[in-house]
Structures are given as structure tokens and as C-alpha cells.
């Protein structure tokens, strides 16, 4: 027994030296020490000796688990700082590697006028709303004194969505001075930037779709002239002090009277060129007082209240702000046309 009890010690320690994972040195454990393990067996064998031979048996018995105990402590430790290693070392930063470049995006020009825009509206005390692209022609026409039968309303004009001609994808941001009207309180000051949409040819100044910011002020004591002092001051803002507009009469349905809207050239100042086609002036918005009828139909007393409207169209404003000569490059997105904003 007592070679038996050798053995065991030499055959564990020499084990317990090599081991390799946590898995193996579980597996030592029990094979050695565990319930039905080796040291167990030898010990239920003491019963068959003498006597008088079994303490000191035991005593060795005693020893030999002890020196297995104290080499699976030191293998366990060794096993665990093997893998602390391993793991540091997978997850090791090597920070002589280069970085991946990061590559910061930009504001598109047209937003970047939009935001210049509303800084200044904001300012002057108009609040910013946001409606909806699908429209009901209601909205967009009926209540906009466009009424049946209007040229404007045509298939060939209007992207509808059923064949009643009742949802379509609005035609202008018009449809926004309604849903203002229906839905706050007098007096009104908005503005309603967003996405319109018609069937135009692709061209240097068309596109399907394109973006208008509505205006529009209700209150008491409202005039013509607080219609030009604002527009004036809006552009002067955005393209620097002294750029001249043009007032020309127009016809809106839903404004009386009406007017559009003309600014300087910023190609040639004003003396014609091919970007304002020889005029000298670029249209930039179209504007009036706010018919009665309109009003009435939104259930506002147009002998107390009065009103106008604009409404400018975005990419026309930008490309006059950023001396940009064709509107296709606004929506193509190409990085070589945006880096140079
Ligand atoms: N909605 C008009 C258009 O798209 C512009 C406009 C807005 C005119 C408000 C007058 C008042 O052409």
C-alpha cells in the first residue's frame, strides 16, 4: 500500500505538471481526489490491515492528498494565467496600425439656405411647420379657390393617386396655409418648408419634384406693403444688403391681389445673360393678400382679419445663394459638386 500510495503521488504531480486547459486539470480532480476517485479506494483498503499499521498509513495517505491538493492548486493557477495570456493577447490593440480614415459629411447647399431662411423667419417671430406630401386635392385646390374644372388641377399636371382626382401628391405648399387656418389660433405667423411635386421634364430649371417654403401672416391691420417690407428684408438678408427685387403682377387663385417675385440676376447684376435668359431678373417667389374667400371658407371674417402668402421656391433661393446654374446638380448628389460648399 505504501508503494501503491507512492506511485499515486509521483504518477499525479508528473500529470498535474503537464497539464494543459482547465477541462483536463477538472478531470485530474476527480480522478484523483473526487468521491470515487484513487485516494478514496486506497483509503477503504486500510481496513483490511493491521492495526497497529494503520495510523501510520493514514498519516500517508493524509500526505499524498495533500500534495495532490497543493499541485492542482499550482496547476491551476498556472492554467489560469496561460489563458489570461491568451485572452490579453487576442484582444490586443495594436495601435501601429493605421486608422481607417473618417470621411464627415456635410450640409447640402439647398439646407443650408433652408436653415438660413428659417433663422430668419424665426426671428421675425413666424413659427415652422411641417405637413404632408400626400395631400387631399380639397386642400391643395378647393379650398384654395382652385375650384373644379381649374387648368391646374388637369391629369396632365397633377400626380393623383385614384381616379376620383381626391389624393394627389400636393402641387405646392399652399395646401399648409389651410391646414394652418383649420388649426391655430389667430393671428398667424408660419412658414411650411417641404417637397412638391408635378410632371415637368428633367431640365436646368425643372424638375418633378422640387421644394417651396410657404409664408404666410393673418392678423388685423395687414397690408401689401408688410408683404414687401418682409420679402425685402428676407432677401436683402440672404443675399447681402442693397440686392434689388421686382414686384410684377401675377394671378394666384387664392390671393387678390397677387404678384411675383424677382431678384437681381447674380450672374450679370441685372444687364441679361444666359442664366436669366436676358431678363436681368430671376423669379424667385409668388406672393399676394390672402383672398377673402379663402379666409371665409377657413371660417375667418375678412372685414376684421386680413393676410398674405408667399411662396418661395427653395432651390431657385439656393442656386441664387450659391451662384448654382443648373438645378440638376442639386438633386444628383455628386460629391465632386457638394465638397465645394
Ligand atoms: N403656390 C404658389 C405656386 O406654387 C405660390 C404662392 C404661394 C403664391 C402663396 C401666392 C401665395 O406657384
Known sequence: MREKLARLREEALAR?????GQAELEELRVKYLGKKGEITAILREMGRLPAEERPAMGQLA????????????????KVEAAALE?????????????????????????????DEMKEI???????????????????NFDRLNAEEGHPSRDWSDTFYF????????RSQTSPMQVRAMDSMELPIRIIAPGRVYRKDEVDATHS???????????DKGVTMADLKGTLNTVVEK???????????????????????????????????????????????????????HVLEMAGIDPEVWSGWAFGFGLERTAMRRFMIDDLRLIFENDVRFLRQF
Open 16 to 20: 498535474l505538471g503537464a497539464v494543459s
Open 62 to 77: 493524509n500526505d499524498v492528498r495533500a500534495a495532490i491538493e497543493s499541485g492542482i492548486a499550482a496547476a491551476k493557477t
Open 86 to 114: 491568451a485572452r490579453l493577447k487576442s484582444e490586443a490593440l495594436d495601435v501601429t496600425v493605421p486608422g481607417r480614415e473618417v470621411t464627415v459629411g456635410k450640409r447640402h447647399p439647398m439646407y443650408v439656405a433652408l
Open 121 to 139: 423667419f424665426i426671428g421675425m417671430g413666424f413659427t415652422v411647420l411641417d405637413g404632408p406630401e400626400v395631400e387631399l386635392a380639397e386642400l
Open 162 to 169: 385614384d381616379r376620383d382626382s381626391r389624393v394627389m401628391l
Open 208 to 218: 418633378p419634384m422640387f421644394h417651396q417654403v410657404e409664408g404666410m401672416v393673418i
Open 238 to 292: 440672404l443675399y447681402g444688403a442693397g440686392t434689388k427685387t421686382r414686384f410684377r403682377p401675377h394671378h394666384f387663385p387664392f390671393t387678390e391681389p397677387s404678384c411675383e417675385v424677382d431678384v437681381q440676376c447674380h450672374k450679370c447684376g441685372g444687364a441679361g445673360c444666359p442664366t436669366c435668359k436676358g431678363e436681368g431678373w430671376i423669379e424667385l417667389l409668388g406672393a399676394g393678400m390672402i383672398h377673402p
